[in-house]
Every structure is written in structure tokens, then in C-alpha cells.
């Protein structure tokens, strides 16, 4: 069963804002969402993790309603360089040492001029 | 060292050779992490260490497959008897503490023929 489920891909142009959102109906309690980000040849990079209600950081938003069974990433004005996998997951617990996370098969974004 | 370090960056290995892929982790790191990425693939988990403890490895597709980290900072993922569908990108993560953003490394980038 699958822990999360994105759009398999997206289209912007440069400036745009663009969110992108993920379903998660069956997270447990304890676990954050977070977001990942990769590039052809490199590993995946951390975007932002959040619990409940609105995280905001430097690159994204994280808005996450209060049944938290689906959240969205909000990349603000993107540019070429936002052309990337996206990756939602659900975890770690908070209440876990272990960590594990479980990754899907992402969002493929496609920043256009 | 200021990122996740992976070599080799690139493995072409024949069917039935043993390979061994080294990961050093960021100084200080407490957590490590291995995960296989298969071609337009989310990364799937391997297997995770708590220092030199490897707590679940339960992620390990058969017995050919074994990680260690023996005194909690390098560790080396084994493959022995490699096997075609053993062809993936091969990829280190850590974090300082569990439930933190993970660093992944580029990858190691293994090749059975």
C-alpha cells in the first residue's frame, strides 16, 4: 500500500508559482511529512518537513490541513533551475529513533522559459 | 567534510564479481543511512546505523547484500556475487539526529554486465 501519492509530473514557466500536492490518507500520528528534492546525477536534498499547519522556509511553503491526510508544496516564483524530482514522504516519527523513510516515485517538474 | 562523500562515483562490475561502495558520512553524524535507487525510481531503503550499531536492515534485498560501519563514521555497502538486477544507484545519507533532515551523497552508480 502505497504511504503517499503525487502527480507523476508538472509543467510551469519561469516566475510562476507552483504547488504541488500529495496525499498521505493513512499517516500515523507521530510522523512529519517531509520533502525532498533531486537532480539528474545527485542524491536527493531536503526541502522542508513540517507536522501540522503552515512551515515556511527560505526556499518553500509547507501548508498542511488539520486532518493532515494530504499536504502541498509551494515553490514561489520558480525558475529553470527548479526543474526536478520532488519527493513527498511521510516520516520519520518523531517518536522513533529509527528514521526509516520511504520514499514514492516523486513529481517530475519541468520549469519552461 | 562539508557533504556525504560516496565513492566510487561510477562501478562497472561482471556478473558474480563482489564490489564494495564506501560512504563517509558528514563529521559527526549519528545516523547513517543506505538506499538503492532504481532508473526512474524513488529511492528504496537498505538499510540504517545508529553509530556503529546497524538497527534495521531489513531493507536488504537477500544475503548477498551486507553493510557495516564499524567504528560509527565510513561505511562500506558489500555486494557480493553481483547479479544483473543488482544495477542501481547506490546511495549514503546522514543526519546529525534522527528526525532531521537527511544529506544524501551523489551515489555510487553500479553496473552488472
Known amino acids: 500500500l502505497a504511504k503517499t501519492t503525487q502527480p507523476i509530473s508538472m509543467d510551469s514557466y519561469e516566475g510562476q508559482e507552483v504547488n504541488i500536492t500529495c496525499s498521505h490518507n493513512n499517516i500515523a500520528t507521530n510522523d512529519y511529512i517531509t520533502w525532498y528534492q533531486q537532480f539528474p546525477s545527485q542524491g536527493p536534498r531536503f526541502i522542508i518537513q513540517?507536522?501540522?499547519t503552515k512551515v515556511t522556509n527560505e526556499v518553500a511553503s509547507l501548508f498542511i490541513p488539520a486532518d493532515r491526510k494530504s499536504s502541498t508544496l509551494s515553490l514561489p516564483r520558480v525558475s529553470l533551475s527548479d526543474t526536478a524530482v520532488y519527493y513527498c514522504l511521510v516520516g520519520p516519527d518523531r517518536g522513533s529513533t529509527l528514521g526509516r523513510l520511504y520514499f514514492g516515485r516523486g513529481t517530475q517538474l519541468t520549469v519552461w522559459p | 567534510g562539508a557533504g556525504v562523500s560516496q565513492s566510487p562515483r561510477y562501478k562497472v562490475a561482471k556478473r558474480g564479481q563482489d564490489v564494495a561502495l564506501r560512504c563517509d558520512p558528514i563529521?559527526?553524524?549519528?545516523?547513517l543511512f543506505w538506499y538503492q535507487q532504481a532508473l526512474g525510481q524513488g529511492p528504496e531503503f537498505l538499510t540504517y546505523?545508529?553509530?556503529?550499531?546497524?538497527?534495521?536492515k531489513s531493507g536488504l534485498p537477500s544475503d548477498r547484500f551486507f553493510a557495516e560501519r564499524p567504528e560509527g563514521s565510513v561505511s562500506t555497502l558489500k555486494i557480493q556475487r553481483t547479479q544483473q538486477e543488482d544495477s542501481a544507484v547506490y546511495l549514503c545519507?546522514?543526519?546529525?539526529?534522527?528526525?532531521?533532515?537527511?544529506?544524501f551523497g551523489s551515489g555510487t552508480r553500479l553496473t552488472v554486465v
Open positions: 546505523f545508529q553509530n556503529e550499531a546497524q538497527l534495521d
Open positions: 513540517g507536522y501540522k
Open positions: 545519507a546522514s543526519s546529525f539526529r534522527t528526525g532531521e533532515g537527511y544529506t
Open positions: 563529521s559527526g553524524h549519528v545516523s
